[in-house]
Structures are given as structure tokens and as C-alpha cells.
């Protein structure tokens, strides 16, 4: 209902409505698929609950406090960059539990470069960039986590989605 509600009404402002799209992602990315192989397949555990939980505190927090997160970007608090770290680590673990481990390595790799450019030979180089940077960036900014490719997927993929289950479930589909 809220993909369909702002696909008519249009949708708040860009990172909110992102945000939210994440937030009841993770919930159900963390309860329906298992932390590990050995996991009990049909009852979330105690490190599926935590993730549930440590997704909704992210979401909330932008929801709650979004107005002066906008106040002051580009500077972000101690806090945001907490979160941020948090929020990096929930999105690595919904990526290793649906998409496995080689996205989670190119993930890994550009982090990892992002801090040490400095480190790096010839063209590769570049001034690199600090922890607090990197975090908050990936975090509050529609340039990181809550960028195009959430944009495009909380937008337009998921309708399709929520249409194509309409087709199936009414037997259109079959026509």
C-alpha cells in the first residue's frame, strides 16, 4: 500500500521515501532468509531479530530526525556516523543472505579504497577519504546507500512487482 499510495500522490522527500523502502526491506529480507545454512529456515533467531530491530532503529531515526539531518549536511554528528557504520553493516548482511558473498567483496574493495587512496600508486591515487566521511555519506546522502539504484527500485521495480503479483493472483497472468 505505500508503494502504490505514492506512486499515485508521488512520493516525500527522495531520502525519506528510500529510506522507508530499505527499512520494510531489511525487515523482511532479515525474517525470511537465514543467517546461516544451519539456521532454523521457518523461525527467525536471535541475530535475525537484532538486524530486524538494528534496521528499524535506522529507518526511524532518519524519519524522526530528518529535518535536521537536512540542517546540517555535510556535517554530520558523531551519531550519524554510528549509524552509518550500522547501517553498512545491515546492508552487507541483507546482501551476503540474498546475493551471496562476491557483492559483499566489491563492496569491501571500493570501501576499503575510498580510505586508502592515499596509499594507492599512479592513477589510482587520491587524497582519500576519513572514516567519518565515508559512513556519513553512504548514510545520509542520496548519493550512498539511498541512491539511484534504491530510487529506481522503491519507485518503479517494486510497483511492477506489486502489479505482476496482482496478475498472478487475479489468473490475468495466464491470459
Known sequence: FYHVYYAYFGPPFAIMYRNIHWMMAAVLIFLLYPATSRSVKHRPGLVDWLCVVSSLVLG???????QAIAARA???????VCLGVLLVMMVVEGARRTVGWPIIAVAMVFMVYAYFGTNMPGILMHRGYSVSR???YLYLTDGGIYGI???VSSRFIMLFVIFGSFLDRSGAGLF
Open 74 to 80: 555535510g556535517n554530520p554528528t558523531n551519531w550519524d
Open 60 to 66: 526511524f531515526y532518519i524519519i524522526l530526525n530528518w
Open 134 to 136: 565515508i559512513f556519513s
Open 149 to 151: 539504484p534504491l530510487g
